[in-house]
């Protein structure tokens, strides 16, 4: 077979969730060596990604269009506010805090409403309000809005956050991918965060399930450090075990309380 043929079809192999080097190798009669070189050949051409023992079954460098502000407040709210509350507990009194763009931190933003002692500094214009009529100290990153997500960001806010440092930063992301970080529908929404994660004693990232391992936008946030993802309990086990398996990364699932009408 062809070389491009064969790795077509080992494309459409990993895509279909045959997912491990062995399994591939039993699968199209080939050694490992060979196997493996094709793997990191279709991940060069960013077509999958790669993991520890195989590749992962997503498209990398596909885009899908964002769901509407309010649309995405109101999916998934059960699971965002079960992963709120769980975040909330590592957040100590006195702490500096960051709370990213998005929806799941707007959702952290309400369990910290009545802890006037914890210090907030956002970019996510969802929460002024409610954290300052709580008597929180908050700091807005200016910047540009970013009207279809309520955030600020561009260079402003790029250099306000080069002046400030946390304790916590709290990130919200379209996905998250182990090998690679997270993912943004623009390069300005992934610099910002990785301008926050130089800032932040310790980084959470707070995201459904359903971003876990899902690769929907073509901006990139490396985490090269050790960071913690909270999500909420439907995560399956294919989807953690790369961040298992790739070290520095504590994975959280945390049991959503459905509501009498979902």
Excluded at 107 to 135: E, F, K, M
Excluded at 139 to 148: A, D, F, H, P
Excluded at 167 to 176: H, P
């Amino acid at each position: 077979m062809k070389v491009t043929k064969r790795r077509a079809a080992m494309l459409d192999a990993v895509l279909g969730g045959m997912n491990d080097v062995a399994t591939l190798c039993e699968h199209f009669g080939m050694s490992e060596a060979t196997v493996r070189r094709d793997l990191r050949a279709l991940a060069t051409d960013r077509r999958i990604v790669r993991t520890y023992g195989g590749a992962a079954a997503v498209a990398v460098g596909s885009h899908e269009p964002e769901a509407p502000l309010e649309e995405r407040r109101i999916s998934g709210r059960e699971q965002k506010d079960a992963i709120a509350k769980a975040a909330s507990a590592y957040i100590e009194d006195g702490d500096t805090v960051f709370l990213d763009g998005g929806t799941t931190t707007a959702a952290l933003a309400r369990h910290l409403s009545n802890r006037p002692s914890v210090r907030i500094v956002t970019d996510n214009l969802l929460v002024v309000g409610q954290l300052a009529a709580g008597g929180l100290q908050v700091t807005l990153i200016g910047g540009e809005v970013r009207s279809s997500s309520m955030s600020t960001l561009g260079p402003l806010a790029q250099i306000a956050l080069s002046r400030i440092s946390v304790d916590k930063a709290f990130l919200g992301a379209d996905g998250v991918v182990a090998e690679l970080g997270l993912c943004e529908a623009t390069g300005d929404q992934s610099y910002l965060k990785e301008c926050i994660i130089r800032q932040a004693a310790q980084v959470f990232v707070l995201v459904t399930a359903d971003k876990v391992g899902r690769a929907s936008q073509q901006h990139w946030t490396p985490l090269e450090r050790d960071w913690t993802l909270i999500t909420d309990d439907s995560v399956t086990v294919q989807q953690t075990k790369p961040f298992d398996l790739c070290g520095g990364v504590t994975v959280e699932a945390v049991r959503a309380v459905l509501s009498d009408a979902a």
